[in-house]
């Protein structure tokens, strides 16, 4: 058990481009989460997903975001057309079936995204 | 509006003494609270939990403590130990979802 594994680590982008990361989860977990933080703030929830069906979107995630878990394992995040607000870190969680309370998040490194 | 707030960005202790980290929330509906530790680049940590029907919680040198009446909770470490100097963040939850509301955090120093 590896924990939860993001790619990349870090990722400069030019404003109007299109990005995306990879989040691979503990693989008993079936449950994956998105978080976004930025500078002096918690983790804010953007969407997670049970299995491959994506059970709730926060309305952080605008129409220029979307995440996809197709066979139910890894996960990506697609934001288009960049903007400077987007610069942030963007957290993957996984967990058991059972959710809270009896599985907390386990949270990976994170990747961290500047838009310049 | 934050839903979870946490009133102090910082705090500094001496090595074996307690740290008391303190949280509020506002939603009366939240029913599971947890805080995590987080290392600079690195992410948050799962710590310690509390369902709202409990008012404590204990797992070693961390205490958790939930006043249900006055919306609040804290974090209890003794002895407190250069180790836990990491920001730590309180985080609730309603219902099983995992859809955690998180404060600002708390960065804690421990002076050896």
């Known amino acids: 058990d590896t924990g939860v594994s993001q790619d990349p680590r870090h990722k400069i982008t030019k404003r109007g481009q299109n990005v995306t990361f990879r989040c691979d989860p503990i693989?008993?977990?079936?449950?994956l989460y998105w978080y976004r933080q930025t500078l002096g703030q918690g983790p804010e929830f953007l969407t997670y997903f049970q299995n491959e069906a994506q059970l709730e979107k926060s309305r952080l995630l605008s129409d220029r975001f979307s995440a996809e878990r197709p066979k139910g394992s890894f996960s990506t995040l697609e934001i288009q057309r960049t903007e400077q607000g987007d610069s942030a870190m963007y957290l993957c969680?996984?967990?058991?079936?059972?959710?809270?309370?009896?599985?907390?998040?386990?949270f990976g490194n994170g990747t961290r995204l500047t838009v310049t | 509006d934050q839903q979870v707030k946490q009133n102090s960005p910082s705090l500094s202790v001496q090595e074996g003494r307690i740290s008391i980290l303190n949280c509020d929330y506002t939603n009366s509906m939240f029913d599971y609270f947890l805080w995590y530790k987080k290392y600079p680049a690195e992410g948050p940590t799962f710590l310690i939990s509390?369902?709202?029907?409990?008012d404590k919680n204990e797992d070693g040198r961390f205490t958790v403590f939930l006043n249900k009446s006055a919306k609040h909770l804290s974090l209890h470490i003794v002895p407190s130990q250069p180790g836990d100097s990491a920001v730590y963040f309180c985080?609730?939850?309603?219902?099983?979802?995992?859809?955690?509301?998180f404060g600002k955090g708390t960065k804690l120093s421990v002076k050896p």
């Open positions: 693989s008993e977990h079936n449950r």
């Open positions: 985080a609730a939850s309603r219902g099983s979802q995992g859809n955690l509301i």
């Open positions: 969680a996984s967990s058991f079936p059972t959710g809270l309370p009896n599985s907390p998040l386990h």
């Open positions: 509390i369902s709202s029907i409990k």
